[in-house]
């Protein structure tokens, strides 16, 4: 029989061995501050000053020169709500290679930039601050790439600035469907800040494994998770999640899909099969759960409805084409934008 030291001791080791799992999970998740600071970026960040409603914001961005023969082009890629400028990476150093020059921000509320206390978030308004940044930047005429909630703002940006834009492309963009008018309840600010506050590393990781990848799992997705999870987990995590509330109540209230039949531009539409992303699904009643987020009927229909537009799909992918599968989604981007 032990010795009553040797118990201790046992005992010691034991609890340590249950305690081990957690402190891991802890020191696996990293806090970045309430612009990301930390956080590193592929380029170098820029930032655009500029006034929007009684307050001086700042605008971080990525502008990078072609790394191939500079074709003289300009693409402008807009970011979701669950991701920032450095989640398009791969797709930066794939246009730049082929001539472009990529400009790549991180809207007010988001990642980088300034997140204000108040601010009337819409996607009118995050057009025009984007179209601002362009101008500073003697853009005239850029493509503009959008994906998930960056998809939504692009056709916004489209039908805003019709003559700014050279081609349009969408990545599985949200709002192909008006939750709200399908029959998803609404709630309040106040609702949805409560639910951005419960965020965490492990619960986003699980919507975005359900939702966006289809229950595939890469390690490689873990970088984007942890992002997002260190900026709710630092010193700035509640006027993030005050921010994301914000523009929560942005994407579910104001749909762009009625609209698809006014843009005017060339428009490529890339659909990831797999994605089943619908806002306020956990809030739907139960008969109209299973029919939101179909991604291959909301392609084919968004396609149908814009004049212009073609579809390209991925069968066996999920809302994040770009990042499940970057080497054949930038070649398909690169071979739409080619077409021109």
Known sequence: MPAPASRASAWRAAAL??????????????????????FEYPHPVRTFAFDSQRQ????AYLDVAPTGAANGRSVVLLHGKN??????ESTIAALAGAGYRVIAPDQIGFCKSDK???YQFSFAQLAANTRALLDSLGIERPVVVGHSMGGMLAARYALQYPDAVERLALVNPIGLEDWKALGVPWQDVDAW?????????????RYQLDVYYGGQWKPEYTRWVEMLAGLYAGPGGERVAWNQALTSDMVFNQPVVHEFGNIAVPTTLFIGQKDR???GRDRAPEALKARLGDYPALGRRAAEAIPRATLVTFDDLGHSPQVEAPARFERALLDALAGD
Not at 17 to 38: C, D, S, Y
Not at 193 to 205: C, G, L, N, V
């Open 116 to 118: 204000p206390e108040r």
């Open 83 to 88: 991701f920032c400028a450095a989640t398009w």
């Open 56 to 59: 001086r914001l700042e605008m």
């Open 277 to 279: 992303t619908a806002i």
């Open 17 to 38: 061995l249950v305690l081990l799992p957690a402190a891991h999970a802890i020191a696996a998740t990293p806090t970045f501050g309430p612009r990301l600071e930390g």
């Open 193 to 205: 800040f409560a639910a951005e506050r419960r965020t965490t590393f492990d619960s986003i990781r």
